[in-house]
């Protein structure tokens, strides 16, 4: 993606977010320059990937096959330093975008619904072989109840709705054509998109970016060393 690309995401994302009073945490303001004066106070930030996120999955398609993120908050497994149990991202999906087929291995999550258009699911289980079983009915976990639906059946969550998503439980999510854009909540166990994303099908995580302009804000695995 092209920086300026990245950077009207971020813009658009900030407003829509305003436009809905959800409101950020000052990090998430810092520009590059402030972040090259940032000491070691920030460690928590740097080194539990919080903060802005655009993923096109490496494939350059971001308004096809793409996800605007924020992690707010996050633990980490692989630091006894960081004790925190859970996550917390905001995000957004466009109408034709896609966040492709995945599970994780390790990770509890709930995606809620938190605003705009409806959000479309579609679930399948893991099979021995780690790919989608198309076969098995899935159950479903959405604000206390449980059901049963075919594999890979539509899954609508109306603005207030969230699903549940157990470990090996693979999922997929979209905009419902026509109604615009979802802003979409998710709390989690600790999150680690290093190790604990399964794909069905390979995919990058982080885009490759063209420096046409100056960054408007560093993404989450762009900042520079603490200053001593």
Known sequence: MKRSEINTCIKEFEALLKEHRFE????????????????????????????????????????????????????????????????????????GQLSPNHFHWNKM???????????????????????????????V???????????????????????????YTYHDFSVQPGTGYVIIGEVSMCNDDNTDNRFEEAQGRFPTVEEDEPAYRLLCNEYPAAKD
Not at 76 to 94: G, P, R, S
Not at 121 to 132: I, Q, V
Not at 141 to 167: C, F, H, N, Q
């Open 24 to 95: 950020l945490p000052p990090f998430l303001s810092f520009t590059p320059e402030e972040w090259q004066e940032k000491g070691h106070e920030y460690d928590e930030i740097r080194d539990n990937a919080l903060g802005w996120d655009i993923t096109d999955y490496g494939e350059g398609h971001f308004y096809e096959k793409g996800l605007y993120l924020i992690t707010l908050r996050n633990g980490n497994v692989h630091d006894k330093k960081y004790t925190k149990t859970y996550a917390e991202k905001i995000m957004m999906l466009k109408d």
């Open 109 to 139: 999550e709930d995606i809620i619904n938190r605003g705009g258009g409806n959000l479309v699911f579609h679930l399948w289980n893991a099979g021995k072989d780690e790919l989608p079983d198309r076969e098995r009915p899935v159950k």
């Open 141 to 167: 976990y959405s604000d206390g109840r449980e059901y049963t639906v075919a594999a890979g059946e539509e899954i609508v969550l109306k603005p207030g709705e969230s699903l549940t998503l157990y470990p």
